[in-house]
């Protein structure tokens, strides 16, 4: 028998033993769950009985932001059919009264869950999923884009280097994401230019997100000397890329050496203080603030883990490799459930929309987590697109035996993805663009030319 035959059935014996002897899997079973289910009731708002209550309006919208189709025609068709089967009257597959319900449900609803999703995770994760028994959170921005309204840019204005019409609003994202689950604990969004659009402003509004005892990863975006100063006042540990104005000036001569290319250094406190600072926390941040700078893996590394002996060289280059999966989890919430491009037309619609897009995620985390703690492997090994596929069919098959929820795990640990330490791939696209040109001029004043002149020669 070749070894991953055997290995599938190890993994499928255990899997059903543990779940027919244990029913420790029942408490990660969400959406049917009586803590979830509470959990929602609680943050119900008051309506009277529709066509779409607040429940099913949340699941169809869930279901939206899962589907590749992901038009309110679509969706509303698929509620139309279900109740057809079911037996039930006969409703309109316009899609006015879902868009009015959408608009019903509460933003802090759909937050909240999503928040609420991470706790249920984080909270009971086992502590070999840790780096050291220490919880790693990993941060990290990404940029979507909105629909091209006048609501949607003002709030979230396009590029100035863009023509009006021609553009499209932008959104910043940061997300704070555990590494051993791959949950987003917290999400804070703003414009991508203005006062407060960095990331490291976006950040700062979610520290109360960090516990005691955490290790932030990051780019170089974060290793500023007040983050730094934050982050050791919560009792948490950072390590980040050195910050590009510092990146030159680095001289590991100085200091005290605790190795080749690493030591620790003393940095004193900016003599400016930022406009985002009150006088109060200036005159209380320290002085002066104690680093460990490393050259690792082609970067320089800055990182509050002062003692070489209890953290060598070695193990902050390896942890810090792991920063590359929140690159992964981004891609797998803008391209794979297709965030990267939100389809509401106000600001209000569109972050509830975002927060959709993040709570639907956390569920698929959720049974990877599931599949992975009783499978005896970590969460980020079954394949994301594999379980969102897997999770799509359980749905639209309209059956929830508890007794066949272990098969679900079993499919979803059988396909995992492979190692692959150091791959580079180029950022291009082999496959050619279709031969239309950019948009110019604003669409109106396009098609207006149109009309008079027709379409040019070679589009015809």
């Not at 609420?116 to 941060?139: C, F, N, Q």
């Not at 999770?391 to 035996?401: F, L, N, T």
């Not at 580079?424 to 002149?453: D, G, H």
């Given at each position: 028998m070749h070894p991953d035959q055997r290995a599938c059935i190890h993994q499928q014996k255990g899997i059903t033993t543990y779940t027919t002897a244990s029913d420790s899997y029942a408490f990660f079973s969400l959406l049917t769950g009586p803590e979830f289910l509470n959990q929602v009731e609680s943050l119900l708002p008051e309506h009277r009985e529709r066509l779409f209550p607040p429940t099913e309006t949340l699941s169809m919208f869930l279901a939206q932001a899962m589907s590749a189709d992901r038009s309110c025609q679509n969706i509303v068709d698929a509620a139309a059919v279900k109740r057809l089967m079911g037996e039930l009257p006969i409703c309109s597959t316009h899609t006015g009264a879902?868009?009015?319900?959408?608009?019903?449900?509460?933003?802090?609803?759909?937050?909240?869950?999503?928040?609420?999703?991470?706790?249920?995770?984080?909270?009971?994760?086992?502590?070999?999923?840790?780096?050291?028994?220490?919880?790693?959170?990993?941060?990290?921005g990404a940029i979507v884009t909105l629909p091209d309204?006048?609501?949607?840019?003002?709030?979230?204005?396009?590029?100035?280097?863009?023509?009006?019409?021609?553009?499209?609003?932008?959104?910043?994202?940061?997300?704070?994401?555990?590494?051993?689950?791959?949950?987003?604990?917290?999400?804070?969004?703003?414009?991508?230019?203005?006062?407060?659009?960095?990331?490291?402003?976006?950040?700062?509004?979610?520290?109360?997100?960090?516990?005691?005892?955490?290790?932030?990863?990051?780019?170089?975006?974060?290793?500023?000397?007040?983050?730094?100063?934050?982050?050791?006042?919560?009792?948490?540990?950072?390590?980040?890329?050195q910050y590009g104005s510092r990146r030159g000036s680095t001289d590991f001569r100085q200091g005290e050496r605790l190795g080749p290319r690493d030591h620790l250094i003393e940095?004193?406190?900016?003599?400016?203080?930022?406009?985002?600072?009150?006088?109060?926390?200036?005159?209380?941040?320290?002085?002066?603030?104690?680093?460990?700078?490393?050259?690792?893996?082609?970067?320089?590394?800055?990182?509050?883990?002062?003692?070489?002996?209890?953290?060598?060289?070695?193990?902050?280059?390896?942890?810090?490799r792991n920063r590359w999966q929140v690159e992964l989890?981004?891609?797998?919430?803008?391209?794979?459930?297709?965030?990267?491009?939100?389809s509401c037309c106000t600001p209000e619609m569109a972050k509830k929309e975002l927060w959709v897009y993040l709570l639907a995620y956390n569920l698929i985390r959720l049974r990877l987590a599931q599949a992975a703690l009783l499978a005896d492997i970590i969460p980020r090994q079954p394949s994301f697109k594999?379980?969102?596929?897997?999770?799509?069919?359980?749905?639209?098959?309209?059956?929830?035996?508890?007794?066949?929820?272990d098969g679900l795990f079993i499919l979803i640990a059988q396909q995992q993805v492979?190692?692959?330490?150091?791959?580079?791939?180029?950022?291009?696209?082999?496959?050619?663009?279709?031969?239309?040109?950019?948009?110019?001029?604003?669409?109106?004043?396009?098609?207006?030319?149109?009309?008079?002149?027709?379409?040019?020669?070679?589009?015809?």
């Open positions: 879902y868009c009015r319900a959408r608009k019903r449900l509460p933003l802090d609803m759909v937050s909240t869950l999503a928040r609420y999703t991470r706790r249920m995770m984080t909270e009971h994760t086992p502590d070999s999923w840790h780096w050291r028994g220490r919880p790693v959170r990993l941060v990290d309204t006048e609501e949607n840019q003002t709030v979230y204005p396009q590029p100035r280097s863009q023509q009006p019409g021609l553009g499209f609003p932008l959104c910043r994202v940061v997300g704070i994401v555990c590494l051993a689950s791959g949950a987003v604990l917290d999400a804070a969004l703003g414009p991508c230019r203005g006062k407060g659009s960095d990331e490291q402003s976006l950040l700062r509004a979610m520290l109360s997100t960090l516990d005691a005892g955490d290790l932030l990863l990051g780019d170089a975006f974060y290793a500023t000397y007040f983050l730094l100063c934050a982050l050791q006042a919560k009792g948490v540990d950072g390590v980040f890329e940095i004193d406190k900016p003599k400016v203080k930022p406009a985002w600072m009150s006088q109060a926390e200036y005159d209380q941040t320290p002085d002066r603030l104690k680093v460990r700078e490393l050259r690792a893996g082609g970067k320089i590394l800055v990182t509050t883990l002062l003692c070489s002996k209890s953290t060598s060289k070695a193990a902050l280059k390896a942890l810090y989890d981004i891609r797998n919430i803008k391209t794979t459930l297709g965030m990267e491009t939100l594999h379980t969102l596929q897997l999770w799509i069919v359980w749905q639209k098959s309209g059956r929830y035996d508890i007794d066949k929820i492979g190692k692959q330490p150091g791959r580079m791939e180029p950022r291009a696209i082999k496959r050619r663009p279709k031969p239309f040109p950019l948009l110019t001029k604003p669409r109106a004043i396009t098609r207006e030319n149109i009309r008079k002149n027709g379409y040019p020669e070679k589009f015809k």
